[in-house]
Every structure is written in C-alpha cells, then in structure tokens.
C-alpha cells in the first residue's frame, strides 16, 4: 500500500530529503518551480558529481494564464494545440521573466542568498538541469529519485505539489509515493518522453543569468547604481501620476510647471488610495492646484465636488468654481452638522484648512468623516500646517476617508525594529500594515514613510532649486508666466534693529519683561515635568465644570510649554 503524504499527518519534505540522501540522481516534474524553495534539496544533491546519470533533472510545465484558459474554453475553431519554433522562443522568454519577477517579490533574506547561489553554482556544475516543457500545458508533479538499489531501484513520488517550500511542507497536498516497480519504470519512461521533446528547452543558463543580475548575485554593484535603483523606486508613484493624468484646458497656461507636477501627483494619489493631502506651504496657490484636481476627476471619473472650507472664503471658492466651471457645491465648515446628514452624494469632497479637523471627537469632523464613509467620497484635503502638536494631526485628517484598520501595505518600520513584532501584537493588537499601527509610533522615519502615500508638500527652496530659471545677468531666481512675465524669488537678507530699553518708564514693555517683580513670578512657577493635556481622559466618569473645561482646554492649546 502507497503512503500518503498531506503534510499534516505524513509530511512529503522529509521523506523526499531522506530518498535523496540515498539516491545518485533524480527526476523532477512541476507545473511551478520557486527559485527560492530549492535551499531545501540543494545539500542532498550538492555531493552528486553532476553530468549525464548524476544529476537532477527539472522539467517545469507551461502553466497558463486564467485569461488564456478562458480564451481556449470560449474561442471559436478547434484548439488544436498547435506550437511552431517562434512561439515556443516567444514563451521561453515570458517565462523566464515570470522567473526573474520572482526573485522582486517580498524581502531577500541571508538563507535566500546562499541558496540561490548554490542553485546557479550547481547548474553551473551540471548537477541541475532546468527544462521547460512547451508543447501543451504541464501540470504534473511528479518526483523520481534512482538508487543503487536491487529492490526498488527508483523511488517515485506523485501528487499535487509544487516544487517551493509551500507545496512541499504546507498543508492542503496530497501525494503517494510509488514503489512499486513497472509503475515507477512508467513513469520514468514518461518523463523521458517530455524530457526529449522537440518543444522542451533548456532554460539552465538564462537562471543563471536571472540569479546572477539580482540581489543574489555575487557581483559588486557600484553604489552609485544601487543609488539610481532606489531613487527610480521611490520616484515611483511621481512618474506615474506625471504619466497617466493631464491638466484640463481650462486652466491652459496658467500653472507654473510645478504646480502642474503637483496636480499630476496627487491626481495619482487620489486615484490610488481613495485621498491625498496637498500640504505646500504658504503662497505656492494650493487653492487654484485642488481646483486643477478636482477638474481633472470631474473630467475623467464625472465626479462633482463637495467643498468644504472656512467660512471667510467661502466667496473665494464660489469664484473658483464658476471661473473654472466645476460642478461643485460650497458649503462653509460652520454648516456640515446641519446640512451633511440630508446632503445628496458627492463623489469628491474637497475640505479646505484641514488641519482644523484634528479633534476626533468633534461633531464637525465626525459629521464629515461619517458622510465620506457613507458615500464612499474621495478626498482632497488642503493645508499649509497638516502637522501642529504630535503626529496624530496627520492620522486624524487621513482617518476622515482611511479606515483605521485598512491595509497600508507599509509598516511602522522604525517601530518594529524598536518592540519588535510578536511584542507588537501582544501590546496593541493591530494589523501592523495599518494606520492604528502607524498611530503607535513615535519615530519620525516612520510617518514619512506613511505620509509619502498621502501627501504633496513643497516648500520655497525646492521651488528655488528644482524648478526656478537662473537670470544669468543678476544671478537672481525667477519663475515664468504664461505671458512671459517673470516672478523672482526674493533675497532674505537679516537686518539689525536697534531699540533702547528704559527701565525708569513703567510703560516701556519690553523693560517690563525684564522686571525684577516679573522674573521672579517666573522663577517661583512650579510647573509639571509632564506634559499634562497628554494624560486627560476621553471619556471621563463624570464630565467636567464649565471652569474645569476651561482649564483642559488651555492644557491642550498650550501643549508641551506647560512642562517644566
């Protein structure tokens, strides 16, 4: 009777490393092979001398794409499976670069390394072969292993799993081992048949070549080229908002080219991740650049705009509006708990001077951040100062439209490296890829790294430096209109003002401040090591006095200058 081999009760890796120990070459066959999982064979078959007879050969099936499947089930004619030379070459190339996508999915580890050095050395050797095999798709696997052996000179195992570490140790296989011996010499003669086939290439040299140009080779890359690698990965998400979205024509020249650059990134933020936060500081016309990407979702999504904003410019983007004909509707902040509840639906909400949205518990934000949610709105969300007190300003504006518990597909790395994971998960029990995980963190490293997600922040100087003109007859920085005008930056130069102080005028402040009365009181304070606003609680038993209210309320306006 076969063993059978699930992994749970029998498991098919150990006894396969085991036959190995004993065998002198070997016979594979897979519909999938992950370059990575071979560290758990290569010592078995690293003492095989390799060349014809001592070797293991790997034949790994064409698998088919679900939408090739679909096509061959639901096309007209007959599928004949017909291959020529050139289409096998054609697959032949797309799947080895299936195998060098491989080599670009999660993080290499030291194990990883070495064992995929040992894979291009042993090939190298010849003691691994690889073979596709093209003909037709392949989804057998099936492993054969010869021995010196007078009883059972070939050893066969057959079933469902790949060869990575998943298929051969995780549960949900199923495989027999074969023994007995016309079966297995079957077999064998099967491989054969597809090992010889006119439509089976050796694809050996071009792994080695794969392994060789990836992280895992041993060549020396120049840090100069590891430089441009990060700066073309995280240049990522710029490149392909600069690619995919254009500014409409109502605005024609009337955006500097990094205001452009901006609208085109954020447009790629809020088509990604559902919201972005245009944070440029004051002056560099965040106003007219949220118009652009509200348009721009108008145009390509027909999406009208909810904005929200203070009350004082309400005017102002009612002009905007009608000047640049967005569907849109004004609303000023002072109304949302009145007038969102009974709202009809707007795709787009665009609030203005976020970062008053920092209270959680207020019935502004709430109402807002309950009509998002219910609706499924985008957001745009605008300010000059998204960071005041600590760094829950910035989850707090993200949570108007991000779940708390959404897949980030980024973690608090500086965090983690700090607690560790299991410590992590035993102290908040979070997704780690999550906002609430993010929240935990007070590492600087990390909310870059989650704000680079959400935000387009520019300032002054990186104008002046990555998109100003040079007037080579004044030396000075300029930026260029439509109509050819020039705005130039201006020179700050620090100037000295004098002012006398007289201590002998009772009306003279800035003598006061130096009172010896004044200095004193200032002395005599005994202020809280602590930051006290840090340790109010939410939800108290009892609600606080109107004076207490009022005493909490300064604590938080005051922040960290209270702390002695």
């Given at each position: ?112 390394e ?27 696997k ?20 790949n ?30 048949d ?22 895992a ?11 441009l ?98 569907h ?37 934000y ?62 908040h ?9 993010f929240e ?113 309320g ?11």
């Amino acid at each position: 009777m076969p063993r059978i081999f699930d992994n749970i009760e029998q498991r098919l890796l150990p006894a396969l490393q085991d036959t190995l120990e004993v065998s002198f070459r070997a016979d594979f066959c897979v519909g999938y092979f992950n370059l990575r999982g071979w560290r758990h064979l290569d010592a078995k078959i690293e003492k095989w001398t390799g060349g014809e007879g001592a070797q293991c050969r790997l034949l790994v099936g064409m698998q088919r794409r679900p939408q090739d499947e679909l096509q061959a089930a639901l096309g007209f004619g007959q599928n004949n499976e017909r291959i020529d030379n050139q289409t096998a070459l054609k697959l032949k190339k797309e799947l080895a670069a299936d195998f060098r996508r491989q080599l670009t999915i999660g993080a290499p580890t030291n194990e990883d390394e070495e064992g995929l050095r040992r894979l291009a050395r042993q090939i190298k050797e010849g003691k691994v072969t690889v073979k596709l095999f093209l003909r037709h798709p392949l989804h057998a696997k099936l492993y054969l292993l010869f021995r010196q052996d007078i009883a059972t000179p070939i050893i066969g195992y057959m079933g469902s799993s790949n060869l990575t570490f998943s298929g051969l140790a995780g549960q949900g296989e199923l495989n027999v081992d074969v023994l007995e011996q016309d079966a297995a010499k079957k077999l064998a003669q099967w491989f054969n048949d597809r090992w010889e086939d006119n439509f089976c290439l050796d694809i050996s040299n071009e792994l080695v070549e794969i392994i060789e140009e990836s992280w895992a080779g041993e060549k020396v890359l120049p840090p100069y080229h590891i430089y441009l690698k990060m700066a073309y990965h995280l240049s990522h998400e710029a490149r392909a908002g600069l690619a995919e979205f254009a500014i409409p024509r109502e605005f024609g020249k009337q955006l500097f080219d990094f205001q452009t650059a901006a609208v085109k990134i954020a447009a790629r933020h809020l088509n990604q991740r559902d919201g972005v936060l245009i944070g440029d500081v004051v002056g560099l016309g965040k106003t007219i650049m949220a118009t652009a990407l509200a348009k721009i979702f108008e145009e390509d999504y027909f999406a009208e705009t909810l904005i929200i904003c203070p009350k004082n410019l309400v005017k102002m983007w009612e002009w905007y509006a009608a000047e640049y004909r967005l569907h849109a509707k004004v609303m000023s902040i002072t109304r949302v708990q009145r007038d969102l509840p009974e709202l009809r639906r707007y795709r787009l909400v665009l609030i203005d001077e976020s970062h008053n949205l920092r209270n959680r518990e207020g019935k502004r934000y709430k109402a807002i951040q309950e009509y998002v949610q219910q609706n499924e709105s985008r957001c745009i969300l605008l300010s000059a100062t998204p960071y005041n007190k600590s760094y829950l300003d910035l989850s707090s504006q993200l949570r108007l439209f991000l779940r708390e518990d959404a897949d980030l597909g980024i973690r608090p790395e500086r965090l983690l490296r700090e607690i560790g994971e299991v410590e992590f998960v035993r102290r908040h029990q979070a997704n780690m890829r999550s906002l609430a995980a993010f929240e935990k963190s007070e590492h600087a490293d990390d909310w870059r790294e989650l704000m680079s997600l959400f935000m387009v922040r520019r300032t002054r100087s990186f104008i002046r430096d990555n998109y100003a003109h040079l007037d080579p007859k004044t030396g000075g920085k300029y930026l260029k209109f439509a109509d050819g005008g020039r705005a130039y930056f201006p020179d700050r130069v620090p100037r000295r003002v004098d002012f006398a102080i007289d201590a002998r005028n009772p009306a003279d402040q800035y003598a006061r401040l130096y009172a010896a009365d004044v200095v004193d009181t200032i002395n005599d304070l005994d202020l809280p090591r602590y930051g006290l606003g840090n340790y109010v609680l939410k939800k108290p038993a009892q609600p606080p006095s109107q004076r207490e209210e009022k005493i909490l309320g300064d604590l938080s306006r005051g922040g960290r200058r209270y702390r002695g």
